[in-house]
């Protein structure tokens, strides 16, 4: 794999369920976001990681939880997904935290919560 | 607060020149980034300025005036593959990406 992947590319919930959003990139990069998109609205940014084992809270971060094990995997927990978390989610990285990058981001997670 | 405004949707003709603006309020400035998102996939990268002043690459150039708040990405000789979500994004003190909502652009023949 080159860059960033996610999965699953889209995903349909009932209310109350547990979800686990995956994200995987394999360009060594030590920060990675976690943002959500709806129509109308920017990107927000729901957590971050600046580095393997630390993560950090963003705009949104209610409702959802993150964890950063290793540089590579960057995984979303939705503990009881409701229908205000119908969005799509994006995953995104850079090489350093606290610097100039361009934002890499992978294809996109279309979650739709019943 | 931080506060990213740029027009909803525009409607530009094949061939033509499009100007999409951006006015920015953030705590902090590190600089602006411009995004190109296509209906149904990620954002990708277009261009960034920190400096006063035009950045031209291509087709597209992008401008940015800090004492105003303002930026604008210029598009030339428009194809309809230009048919997109333009995204303007400021990094703010704490190097956070605030984003704009996005401006939808029409190309038509």
């Known amino acids: 794999i080159a860059g960033i992947t996610q999965a699953p590319t889209s995903q349909i919930l009932a209310a109350g369920r547990r979800m686990t959003l995956r994200c995987t990139q394999d360009?060594?990069?030590?920060?990675m976001y976690w943002y959500r998109q709806d129509l109308g609205l920017g990107l927000r940014l729901i957590h971050y990681?600046?580095?393997?084992?630390?993560?950090g809270k963003g705009e949104v971060p209610d409702g959802y939880s993150v964890s950063r094990a290793n540089t590579d995997d960057f995984p979303l927990t939705l503990a009881s997904a409701v229908p205000s978390q119908t969005s799509v989610y994006f995953c995104?990285?850079?090489?350093?935290?606290?610097?100039?990058?361009?934002?890499?981001f992978g294809p996109g997670t279309r979650l739709t919560v019943l | 607060g931080q506060n990213i405004d740029q027009p909803t949707e525009m409607t530009a003709t094949e061939g033509a020149i499009v100007q999409i603006n951006c006015t920015y309020q953030?705590?902090?400035?590190?600089?602006l980034f411009w995004y190109q998102q296509h209906a149904g996939e990620a954002p990708t990268f277009l261009s960034y300025?920190?400096l006063d002043g035009l950045e031209e690459k291509g087709r597209f150039s992008s401008f940015l005036s800090r004492s105003k708040g303002y930026s604008y990405l210029l598009l030339k000789e428009l194809q309809m593959k230009d048919s997109a979500s333009y995204l303007c994004?400021?990094?703010?003190?704490?190097?956070?990406?605030?984003w704009g909502a996005g401006t939808k652009l029409i190309i038509k023949p």
């Open positions: 953030t705590s902090g400035f590190n600089g």
């Open positions: 994004a400021v990094l703010d003190s704490n190097y956070q990406l605030i």
């Open positions: 995104a990285s850079i090489p350093n935290p606290g610097t100039v990058n361009e934002q890499f």
């Open positions: 300025n920190v």
């Open positions: 990681s600046n580095t393997a084992g630390t993560t």
């Open positions: 360009m060594r990069h030590n920060a």
